[in-house]
Nanobody
Framework: QVQLVESGGGLVQPGGSLRLSCAAS????????MGWHRQAPGKQRELVAH???????NYADSVKGRFTISRDNAKNTVYLQMNSLKPEDTAVYYC??????????????WGQGTQVTVSS
């Protein structure tokens, strides 16, 4: 298993950008799929994006074309670049690690979360 710590959240105006980082401790980072979920007030947690060990990516329809997930195995870090932010992107964002089961992403390890607020 790995320990995940998110950073980079904050307050940004609509149309702005933020880059979230997730630093992982452990020796098996490169063997794990990684992802980001988010949870807005009063709503259920939802998948935002995930990336395989080989670098293949998948995004929720609501963020396609605006968000980019990437990973740097040498630094044991996964990133979420968020552009053209909207108020509806406001949520706590959680980094996670997991595996694929029959092409379905299954997160099993979670970070503590970082708050992203998009408001004018």
């Amino acid at each position: 298993q790995v320990q995940l710590v998110e950073s980079g959240g904050g307050l940004v105006q609509p149309g702005g950008s933020l880059r979230l980082s997730c630093a992982a401790s452990g020796s098996i980072f490169s063997r794990l799929a990684m992802g980001w979920h988010r949870q807005a007030p009063g709503k259920q947690r939802e998948l935002v994006a995930h990336i395989s060990t080989g670098g293949s990516t998948n995004y929720a329809d609501s963020v396609k074309g605006r968000f980019t997930i990437s990973r740097d195995n040498a630094k044991n870090t996964v990133y979420l670049q968020m552009n053209s932010l909207k108020p509806e992107d406001t949520a706590v964002y959680y980094c996670n690690a997991g595996v694929y089961h029959f092409s379905e992403y299954d997160p099993t390890m979670w970070g503590q979360g970082t708050q992203v607020t998009v408001s004018s």
